[in-house]
C-alpha cells in the first residue's frame, strides 16, 4: 500500500484524479463494478484471492480501458493475457514513477 500511495501522490501531483487504492482484488473488482475509469494501474498480485489479470478479464469494458499492470514477477499465462491485449501495457517492478508517468502520457487517450 505504501508503494500504491506514493504513486496515487506522485499523479495527483501533476494533476491526475485517482478515485480509488485498494490493497485487495475482491475491493478493487467492487470499484470497478461501480465505476468505468480513463485508466486502470493494476499490480498483478494483490491480497485475497483474485489476482490483478482475472479481475481485468471479468470486464467486457476492460479491451477499451487502458490499464498497465505492475508486478515483480509474471506468470507466462499472465504474460501472455497482456500482451494480447491491445490496450493492456506492463511496467516491471522496481520502477519508477517518472517511468509511470511517461507510460501513462505515451496511452493514445
Request: charged share 20%.
Amino acid at each position: 500500500m505504501i508503494f500504491a500511495l506514493e504513486i496515487k501522490s506522485k499523479l495527483e501531483s501533476i494533476g491526475y484524479n485517482i478515485i480509488a487504492v485498494v490493497p485487495s482484488g475482491d475491493e478493487a473488482y467492487q470499484i470497478l463494478l461501480e465505476r468505468t475509469p480513463d485508466l486502470i494501474l493494476m499490480d498483478i498480485h494483490l491480497e485475497g484471492q483474485v489476482d490483478g489479470v482475472t479481475i481485468v478479464k471479468n470486464f467486457q469494458w476492460s479491451c477499451k480501458v487502458p490499464i498497465i499492470f505492475f508486478s515483480g514477477s509474471v506468470s507466462p499465462e499472465q504474460h501472455d493475457f497482456i500482451q494480447n491485449q491491445p490496450h493492456c501495457h506492463f511496467l516491471g517492478k522496481p520502477f519508477s514513477s517518472d517511468e509511470l508517468v511517461r507510460l501513462i502520457e505515451s496511452i493514445p487517450s
